[in-house]
């Protein structure tokens, strides 16, 4: 196989993953079952009729235990400042690729913020043919430059829409909490801009490897071009796109905070040989102290704070090459 120049250069950086592993397909990325996730439509939490608000939230509870995931339409972010932010991270995904990785600020996010590839990837299974920019909110309010301006209409509203989500979440186990408004603040809680490069070569690649998220909730923006899989029965089934809608899914600490009732599911991107994707997501997260423990008994799962539960999760991707996430804090 010929090298070939790319940004970031995937190619020559992991050339020796590719030369280890030219005669491995990965059948696995193989998916033959579209679905299309359940869609929601938020407009009626705001509706006269009480059971039409509370038929509402039972389908958000409802898909957060069936699926793990589901769209939701009249999200309240406008097709304008969507469409803005979409222009404004293609112009910063543009930008040479020695100028991203430079250690001094870039566009004012913080260092280490850009991220490619997998550093700890031995095969070709562990790598992720994809590039971000993860960048903490607060590096984005009150930011000047013109990209920022758009981040922080898009956050302001996206954060909104996480607590409000949460909320009814808690509400449909019993709970009326102020848990995620105490804990999840704007310096604790991510954006991530996502790029994922057309993947020429033959091998059959991840554009994001198989995961969960460690997170209570994620709101994923993203574009037409496809390639969001998740496990669905068992099987790997394909997410059709929509272009109204935002996807929701329910990361690790919210199973782990509900014993379980709600389900982080594991889910990839697979790379397409001659499009690019985008998307753009939010993670609500609590600060590194706050404790996570099972709202109902008895408990699932053991007690533990949101900064140990980081560091198993980084320990075992440096030993092993992949995540075990919540199996590790279960009570036996």
């Known amino acids: 196989m010929g090298l070939i120049d790319s940004d970031p250069p995937?190619?020559?950086?992991?050339?020796?993953?590719?030369?280890?592993?030219q005669n491995i397909i990965n059948d696995e990325l193989m998916v033959d079952n579209e679905c299309e996730l359940p869609v929601i439509d938020l407009s009626r939490l705001n509706?006269?009729?009480?059971?039409?608000?509370?038929?509402?939230?039972?389908?958000?509870?409802?898909?957060?235990q069936e699926w793990g995931f589901l769209q939701v339409v009249n999200h309240g972010i406008s097709s304008d400042i969507l469409t803005r932010l979409r222009c404004e991270q293609k112009k910063v995904f543009k930008e040479p690729f020695d100028k991203k990785t430079k250690e001094d600020k870039f566009l004012n996010f913080s260092a280490g913020?850009?991220?490619?590839?997998?550093?700890?990837?031995?095969?070709?299974?562990?790598?992720?043919w994809s590039e971000a920019f993860h960048i903490p909110l607060t590096d984005i309010l009150g930011s000047n430059t013109h990209l920022s301006s758009i981040i922080e209409q898009f956050a302001t509203t996206v954060s909104n829409l996480a607590q409000i989500l949460a909320n009814i979440l808690a509400e449909k186990l019993g709970h009326q909490s102020s848990f995620f408004?105490?804990?999840?603040?704007p310096n604790t809680c991510y954006l991530r801009l996502n790029r994922y490069p057309p993947c020429p070569i033959d091998f059959r690649i991840h554009g994001l490897m198989p995961h969960t998220d460690s997170d209570f909730l994620t709101i994923l923006y993203q574009d037409q071009v496809g390639?969001?899989?998740?496990?669905?029965?068992g099987k790997w089934v394909a997410v059709k796109p929509n272009p109204d809608a935002l996807i929701i899914n329910i990361g690790d600490l919210f199973q782990a905070w509900s014993n379980g009732v709600?389900?982080?599911?594991e889910h990839r991107v697979v790379t397409n040989p001659r499009v690019e994707r985008f998307s753009v997501a939010y993670f609500l997260c609590p600060s590194?102290?706050?404790?996570?423990?099972?709202?109902?008994e008895p408990s699932i799962y053991r007690k533990f704070s949101f900064k140990e539960y980081?560091?198993?999760?980084?320990?075992?991707?440096?030993?092993?090459?992949?995540?075990?996430?919540l199996p590790r804090f279960i009570i036996n």
């Open 10 to 21: 995937f190619e020559e950086t992991y050339k020796n993953l590719f030369n280890k592993d």
């Open 181 to 185: 408004k105490e804990n999840c603040l």
């Open 227 to 233: 390639g969001l899989q998740l496990v669905k029965d």
């Open 113 to 128: 913020s850009y991220r490619w590839g997998t550093p700890t990837a031995t095969c070709i299974k562990q790598l992720s």
């Open 47 to 64: 509706d006269d009729d009480e059971v039409a608000r509370e038929e509402c939230k039972s389908m958000i509870a409802n898909a957060s």
């Open 262 to 265: 709600y389900k982080s599911v």
């Open 310 to 325: 980081r560091q198993q999760v980084r320990d075992d991707v440096q030993k092993l090459g992949s995540k075990i996430g």
């Open 288 to 296: 590194n102290d706050t404790m996570i423990e099972s709202c109902k």
